[in-house]
């Protein structure tokens, strides 16, 4: 059977062609000389949004909302994730438990 001449495959000298594409690609950084500019400059005719104090309502009806999108979605969430092997009835009792803890503080 007759030999068979094979290239070198030497990595000192590869053929550029051959190189992949992410070498070529230079790594991209943030432009570190771009301009800043302040938030006065770039909107200097809009009004200070100004903080409110949520009340004590706001925050009643905000903790039954979040109850009811978790009672309606949570367990679905914990079933297609697969860390969590814990049945419906033991993930309900324990975000009722976990509300509770919320309501109190």
Known sequence: MPGVKREST???S???DLEPIIKKTP?????SKKAKTTPKEETPNKPKHTKQSWTEDEEIVF???IGEVLKEN???KIKLDGR???ESPAVT?????FMNKVKRV
């Open 10 to 12: 030497s990595t000192s």
């Open 14 to 16: 590869p053929d550029p």
């Open 63 to 65: 903790t039954e909302l």
């Open 84 to 86: 969590l092997q814990r």
């Open 74 to 76: 949570l367990y679905a």
């Open 93 to 97: 009792a324990h975000l009722k438990a």
């Open 27 to 31: 790594p991209s950084t943030p432009n």
